[in-house]
């Protein structure tokens, strides 16, 4: 199949009417669908007049009754600075002691107890440190607890204790 000019008229007027490129493709005849995009391309047609689309909005399926209804979320205005206030029911704040630790950057790890991938095993500290595409890559490697991935201060940075997270629940953050 060539692009004869008459073709190529019909291709543009077809695709100045608003068809879309398959429906050019059945119309032409002999052409595939990749085809007439690719011809669209090259002859740098732009835009069209019309479109194909219905002018009908589409109609959404109704909720069963079984399905709760969806919570409407209101925005009025910049809410980015907006305090969380919950009306009905006051959540006063536990004052908790927070337990410092020495960022993870800081935690120094003697060579002896750094450990390549093929060292570890369910004792160890599986806690990755720098890059992996880099040579200085390692793990903590120090003595883990048992069925416990990571040492005790990595434990302590990558999991977070189910009190603090019942308590943020129930404040309303997330």
């Known amino acids: 199949m060539s ?31 990749n085809a007439v995009i690719g011809k669209v391309h ?16 589409r109609v959404r ?8 209804p969806r919570p409407v979320t209101r925005v009025i ?32 790890i003697p060579p002896e107890q750094r450990a390549t ?10 806690w990755p440190i720098g890059d992996p595409g880099h040579d200085d890559f390692y793990f903590c490697g120090r003595r883990s ?3 416990v991935p990571y040492c005790e201060h990595h434990c302590s940075v990558a999991y977070q204790p189910a009190s603090d997270r019942k308590r943020s629940k129930a404040s309303g953050a997330n």
């Open 117 to 126: 991938i093929l060292e570890l095993n369910e004792h160890t500290c599986k």
């Open 145 to 147: 607890e048992s069925g």
């Open 42 to 57: 090259r002859l740098g047609l732009s835009g069209r007049t019309k479109t194909t689309r219905p002018a009908a909005p």
């Open 77 to 108: 205005g910049n809410t980015a600075l907006k305090l969380n206030v919950v009306a009905e029911q006051q959540v006063e704040a536990e004052i908790v002691p927070v337990r410092t630790l020495a960022p993870v950057t800081e935690l120094f």
């Open 61 to 68: 399926k109704a909720r069963s009754p079984s399905m709760p």
């Open 3 to 33: 692009w004869t000019e008459e073709r190529v008229e019909l291709l543009k007027k077809l695709w100045t009417d608003g068809l879309s490129a398959s429906q050019i493709a059945a119309e032409l005849g002999g052409v595939t669908r």
